[in-house]
T-cell receptor, first 116, second 115 residues
Framework: GAVVSQHPSWVICKSGTSVKIECRSL??????MFWYRQFPKQSLMLMAT?????????EQGVEKDKFLINHASLTLSTLTVTSAHPEDSSFYIC????????????FGNGTRLTVT | AQTVTQSQPEMSVQEAETVTLSCTYD???????LFWYKQPPSRQMILVIR??????QNATENRFSVNFQKAAKSFSLKISDSQLGDAAMYFC????????????FGTGTSLTVIP
């Protein structure tokens, strides 16, 4: 089955630093990947849609300069949280859809970000 | 944007019993896809079952089955012979081929399995 690998699983960083999260589709090509944020006991909140070779599409209220997305290849998308603050602490999940019309979303394992 | 509603924030079921989780959605489209995902404490999102709207037959996957009522825009998940490992958050999701690849998720139902 389709596998999405997300790295790192958890990261602790100091306020003001930047953190990069990688999302890879291991056995399929993903022209589109999605980045979600999830608060405790809540649903997934779509942050942005990452498109290979073009700019990401951000959801309303998501700061594009703070959450930089790069989708340089058909198997890799990265999310960089720039100048992180404690309020950015959260669980971030990436996903990609398979290439068939009825394909579901395949999710990475998520990244727990803690900003101190 | 499409709206997906899960009206049961929490549910519980006795081990080996059956439980049904509700999901309704709002759409004007006739062609779309529906999914149920499970998120255990590990927080890994796991696909449980999927349904194409054009298929009248309800999808089944072992102990998991759906009751898809297209006219009522309802997509409930039935878990039979509940097991302790079924304890998780369950999310209903909708995808329209016409709005690109975006998936719309419900707010989730937390399922507790009582031994």
């Amino acid at each position: 089955g389709a596998v999405v690998s997300q790295h790192p699983s958890w990261v602790i960083c100091k306020s003001g630093t930047s953190v990069k999260i990688e999302c890879r589709s291991l056995d399929f090509q993903a022209t589109t990947m999605f980045w979600y944020r999830q608060f405790p006991k809540q649903s997934l909140m779509l942050m942005a849609t990452s498109n290979e070779g073009s700019k990401a599409t951000y959801e309303q209220g998501v700061e594009k300069d703070k959450f930089l997305i790069n989708h340089a290849s058909l198997t890799l998308s990265t999310l960089t949280v720039t100048s992180a603050h404690p309020e950015d602490s959260s669980f971030y999940i990436c996903s990609a859809r398979g290439d068939r019309e009825n394909s579901p979303l395949h999710f990475g394992n998520g990244t727990r970000l803690t900003v101190t | 944007a499409q709206t997906v509603t899960q009206s049961q924030p929490e549910m519980s079921v006795q081990e080996a019993e059956t439980v049904t989780l509700s999901c309704t959605y709002d759409t004007s489209e006739s062609d779309y896809y529906l999914f149920w995902y499970k998120q255990p404490p590990s927080r890994q999102m796991i696909l449980v079952i999927r349904q194409e709207a054009y298929k009248q037959q309800n999808a089944t996957e072992n102990r998991f089955s759906v009751n898809f009522q297209k006219a009522a825009k309802s997509f409930s998940l039935k878990i039979s012979d509940s097991q302790l490992g079924d304890a998780a958050m369950y999310f209903c999701a909708y995808r329209s081929p016409r709005t690109g690849n975006q998936f719309y998720f419900g707010t989730g139902t937390s399922l507790t399995v009582i031994p």
